[in-house]
C-alpha cells in the first residue's frame, strides 16, 4: 500500500517467515549452524526453543532451503495438532513414500527403506516439527520410536522439534525421559538485543530497497520501538508496518515517537513501564481537572 510511496520494491516488514528477509544476528546465525551441523553429523535429536515471535519458524524456512539446495530428504510438519495417523500420513506424503499412506504399518516399511536407501547413498532424512509444544502424547512417542532407528554411523533420521518454552517442560515429563536424553543438540532463540534489532530493521528495509542512510526511522525511535516490542521480531514488524501505513496517511517520510504512542495505543500493547507511563498521565490530567 505504501510501498511506492517509500519507494520499496516489496513490503519490509511482512509477517510471512520469507528466508530472503533472513537477518543473521549472531545468535540466530548459531542456531542456524547448529541445525545444520546436527542434520550433517546425523545426531539424532535436536531441539529449537524460543518465545512466540522470536524467529523460530523463519530459521526452519531457512533450513529447509539448505536442505533443498542439497537433496537432502525432509519432511516439514507445521501443524502439530494432530493424531498418530495423520502424523504418519503427513510423513508419507512430504517424503513422498509410495505406500497406503493411511497404513502406518506400510508408512513405516516405507520409510525404512527409505532411510537404508539414503543411508547407502552416504545421505541423511530429516524430519522437521514446528510447533512441538503442541504435540499429542502418543505423537511424541511415536516420534521417539522413529528416533530409535539407526545403523553404525549414526542415527538414520534427523529429527528437529522446534516449539515454544513449553516444549521444554513437556520434554521434562517422567514419561518423555527417554526422548530427552536423545537430544544431544538444543538451540535457543532469545529476543534482539538493542544493536541487533536496530541492524535488524535497517536489513529489512534495505532489502525493500530503501537507501542505506534512511532516515524513515530516527535513530532514537529505533530504540524505542525495540524497548517496547521487548526485541520479539514479531512486535517489530508490526510495530513498524503500522508505522510506515500512519506516515504515508500523514504524508511524511520520517516516522516519529508521537505516531510510535498512537500505534501502540491501536495495538493495545504493553511494555515494562507502560502502564507506570500511562497512570502518570491519566494522573497528570486528573490533576489538571477541576473538580
Ligand atoms: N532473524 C530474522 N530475520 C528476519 N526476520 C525474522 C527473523 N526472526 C524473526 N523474523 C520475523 O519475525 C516474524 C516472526 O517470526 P517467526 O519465525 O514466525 O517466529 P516464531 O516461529 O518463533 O513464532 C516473521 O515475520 C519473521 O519474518
Ligand atoms: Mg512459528
Known amino acids: 500500500m505504501y510501498n511506492a ?10 509477517l510471512s517467515p520469507d528466508p ?17 551441523y546436527g542434520v550433517q553429523a546425523r545426531k539424532g535429536f535436536i531441539v529449537l526453543s524460543g518465545e512466540v515471535g ?27 495438532r494432530i493424531s498418530v495417523e495423520q502424523f504418519f500420513e ?37 524430519l522437521i516439527v514446528d510447533e512441538a509444544h503442541n504435540l499429542e502424547w502418543e505423537v511424541l512417542e511415536e516420534i521417539r520410536l522413529l528416533g530409535n532407528l539407526e545403523n553404525r554411523n549414526g542415527k538414520l533420521l534427523q529429527i528437529i522439534l522446534a516449539g515454544q518454552p513449553e516444549l521444554d517442560r513437556k520434554l ?3 514419561n518423555l525421559r527417554q526422548l530427552k536424553q536423545r537430544i544431544v543438540l538444543r538451540c535457543n532463540l532469545q529476543p534482539f538485543t538493542l ?18 542512510e534512511q532516515n524513515i526511522f530516527p535513530e532514537q525511535l ?19 508496518d503500522n508505522l ?39 494522573d497528570e490530567s486528573y490533576e489538571r481537572t477541576p473538580y
Not at 510511496?5 to 511482512?14: I, L
Not at 520501538?225 to 520479539?232: A, D, E, K, V, Y
Open 5 to 14: 510511496f517509500f519507494g520499496f520494491s516489496e513490503s519490509p516488514f511482512s
Open 20 to 36: 530472503a528477509f533472513f537477518y543473521r544476528s549472531e545468535q540466530h546465525e548459531e542456531a542456524l549452524a547448529n541445525l545444520i
Open 54 to 80: 522470536t524467529g523460530k519458524t523463519t530459521m526452519l524456512e531457512c533450513l529447509r532451503d539448505y536442505l533443498e539446495s542439497q537433496y537432502i530428504e525432509f519432511a516439514f510438519i507445521f501443524n502439530s
Open 90 to 126: 503427513m510423513i508419507a506424503y512430504d517424503l513422498d513414500l509410495a505406500c497406503t499412506r493411511t497404513s502406518k504399518t506400510e508408512v513405516l516399511f516405507a520409510l525404512n527403506e527409505l532411510l537404508m536407501e539414503q543411508t547407502q547413498d552416504g545421505r541423511t532424512v530429516v
Open 172 to 174: 521434562d515429563a517422567p
Open 195 to 212: 544493536r541487533d534489532a536496530v541492524e535488524y530493521m535497517q536489513s529489512r528495509l534495505g532489502r525493500a530497497g530503501a537507501p542505506p
Open 222 to 240: 529505533m530504540a524505542e520501538i525495540h524497548l517496547r516490542s521487548q526485541g520479539i521480531p514479531r512486535v517489530i514488524n508490526a510495530l513498524c
Open 244 to 282: 510506515l501505513l500512519t506516515a504515508f496517511a500523514m504524508e511524511t517520510k520520517v516516522c516519529t515517537v508521537e505516531m510510535l504512542d498512537e500505534v501502540c495505543h491501536d495495538m493495545r500493547l504493553e511494555w515494562p513501564g507502560s502502564r507506570r507511563t500511562r497512570s502518570r498521565i491519566s
